[in-house]
């Protein structure tokens, strides 16, 4: 076992790497050192690694994990020394020299073959800030009317200024997502596109969309396009260029060779990746990534492929354009303590929601494949400001609990702070799964460019969903339900405090279940507190909208009882029963009872004085209520 360090400014490659003053200067080296189990490599505190700056006695390269450590003997990546953790950045800074004006316009080209990538930038710092693409409009989406299968779409004339063509468009084909295509033709009332990958869905007529990363889109300082083919960046500046600009040069800051076993990192950061902090390969088990700062990062900022008994933990992420921890086919994960902010804040700027891959964009955390993953635990993680779901995780036996989520689904929605589904129509019979002592605030919904849609949720428990406790969860201001349950069956729904979401505090709908699939049955619903926030709200919504659903299906649907259901507010129409093909029934609490035959021991308060916002401040949270 043998301890190596490494120093950004003081090391040399030609080094024996095995002391301080014996330093190694590069990422190449240590890359290139065949470590055995055991070995530690230390990186000094208050270096920088540029992993794009490859040039002989410079500090770069990828740092590339080539060997596995072994079971209580891992192999081992760290700091020493004082002050702050050592950084490896993918980041290039752009010279203000060697612009190009564009006529006698405020748009301005750079071409560099060098540093630039070979594929789409992904991160821009604009003056240390993620700069969006240039886009029109600016802001909000433009209405499209009608679609060419997954290729086109048409809309009103005049809706676009000019020709975008080479471009890309950015359509809202539902509302949980977001397709990018590069514009191959355009008419004054149409657009003709390609988008990668298979499984392309087909627009939603009456939903919206954007064009982007053209130079026409750019219209203030900081806006800006990029050629990848010939690796040339357009911005806009006020009066020339100006101000710090850093783009993404590098693909993975750490990258696996291939599945490796029993590596650890700990007390680095990691800046400024085109797509990966830690790339983790596929197949890679027993990885540690403790106490690690991740910033600015193109894609997902920790990713592990059929990951197996990996431990993510203590780390600080924000500012990941896509995903913040993304684990596939895993099995055996702990998830734990970390505090994440700002994932998939930008609308176009992740990625395509359909086609290959494209599940759970803009997603903080988020655990597959539904039908591979088991036994994984997300526990006590701060999760803030997500343009999709905080927590999204399927598979059997996973338990999600003690996490802290605050505002979700504000760039794409139909979906929640925590989100589950088992993917439609499988016969596969999960069992295990919890949901529990989660406080989730603000899923505030995206309803522009959905036609004023707002399908934000708490907890959201998608298509036939089933073998899940959801319990001791504190749940406040969703745009749509604070616990939703859709199309679900077999779900303990305990304990939970549910209070002003925006249409109901509790939800279940059933539609376009198969004959196969059972209609919601066996649900235990019981000991839940549950007030509206406002009169508009309901207590309870229960929707049956299948073909095969029927008046039974609001009686037959399991035990729902002992709940405690209030109102600030002196109405007495807290529940809405909707059978398909009919309006919907607003019931008050005897009305309750007597279509479903339940909650014969719950109790109903009209008006009581004090909200369940004093609750959520009594317990040392925020005060979102102010």
């Known amino acids: 076992m043998a301890t190596y360090y490494v120093d950004s400014a003081a090391g040399a490659d030609t080094n024996a790497g095995t002391s301080p003053g014996a330093a190694w200067k590069s990422l190449t080296r240590v890359s290139t050192q065949v470590l055995t189990a055991g070995d530690t490599v230390l990186f000094n505190r208050g270096g920088v690694w540029n992993t794009w700056d490859t040039a002989s006695g410079h500090a770069g390269g990828v740092l590339t994990i080539g060997e596995s450590g072994a079971n209580n003997s891992p192999i081992t990546f760290g700091a020493y020394g004082t002050g702050v953790n050592p950084l490896i950045t993918g980041l290039y800074t752009v010279p203000l020299t060697g612009w190009t004006q564009v006529g006698t316009s405020n748009v301005w080209t750079i071409t560099d073959t060098t540093h630039f990538p070979t594929a789409m930038i992904n991160v821009l710092l604009y003056n240390n800030v993620i700069a969006p693409l240039g886009r029109f409009p600016a802001t909000g989406y433009i209405t499209y009317t009608g679609s060419t299968g997954t290729t086109g779409i048409t809309f009103a004339s005049g809706s676009l200024p000019t020709t975008y063509v080479g471009g890309e468009v950015v359509i809202r084909k539902t509302n949980w997502g977001l397709t990018r295509g590069t514009i191959t033709a355009e008419t004054s009332t149409s657009i003709t596109y390609t988008a990668t990958g298979t499984n392309q869905l087909t627009p939603t007529n009456g939903y919206g969309f954007f064009v982007q990363n053209h130079q026409s889109t750019l219209a203030k300082a900081g806006d800006w396009s990029y050629n990848p083919t010939t690796r040339t960046l357009t911005m806009w500046f006020t009066s020339g260029p100006a101000g710090t600009i850093q783009v993404s040069a590098t693909d993975s800051l750490v990258s696996f060779s291939a599945a490796r076993n029993y590596n650890v990192f700990t007390d680095i950061s990691f800046q400024g990746a085109n797509s990966y902090g830690i790339n983790g390969n596929t197949g890679s088990s027993n990885i540690q990534v403790n106490s690690c700062v991740f910033s600015s990062i193109g894609m997902r900022a920790i990713y592990f492929g059929a990951a197996n008994t990996c431990t993510v933990s203590n780390n600080t992420i924000s500012d990941s354009v896509n995903n913040a921890i993304y684990l596939s086919d895993a099995v055996g994960n702990n998830i734990f303590d970390n505090v994440i902010s700002n ?229 007495l129409q807290l529940f809405s029963t909707q059978l398909t093909g009919q309006s919907p029934v607003l019931l008050d609490f005897p009305g309750w009872q007597s279509t479903t035959k339940k909650d014969v021991n719950a109790t109903v308060a009209l008006p009581v004085s004090t909200s369940y916002g004093v609750i959520l401040k009594e317990q040392n949270l925020p005060d979102f209520l102010s």
């Open 343 to 571: 994932t998939g804040s930008i609308a176009g700027m992740g990625q395509s929601t359909d086609g290959t891959n494209g599940t759970g964009a803009y997603t903080g955390i988020i655990i597959t494949n539904v039908t591979t993953a088991s036994d994984n635990i997300i526990t006590n993680n701060t999760i803030l400001r997500t343009g999709y779901c905080g927590i999204y995780a399927v598979g059997d036996t996973f338990f999600v609990d003690s996490n802290y989520v605050d505002t979700a689904c504000y760039v794409i929605d139909d979906g929640g702070c925590i989100y589950t589904d088992v993917g439609g129509t499988g016969a596969h019979v999960y069992i295990g799964r919890t949901i529990s002592n989660n406080i989730l605030l603000n899923s505030v919904g995206a309803p522009d460019g959905a036609m004023g849609r707002n399908w934000a949720n708490g907890i959201m428990c998608d298509d036939n969903t089933s073998n899940l406790t959801v319990a001791n969860n504190k749940v406040y201001n969703s745009g749509q339900y604070g616990i939703y349950f859709h199309n679900s069956h077999e779900i303990n729904c305990l304990n939970n405090l549910s209070y002003d979401n925006a249409v109901a505090q509790i939800g279940i709908q059933t539609d376009s279940i198969p004959a196969n699939l059972p209609l919601p049955v066996n649900f235990v619903i019981c000991n839940n507190v549950i007030s509206n926030g406002s009169p508009a709200q309901l207590c309870f919504r229960f929707r049956c909208l299948s073909t095969n659903s029927s008046q039974s299906d609001f009686t037959n649907f399991g035990i729902c009882d002992s709940n405690s259901y209030s109102s600030p507010f002196s109405i």
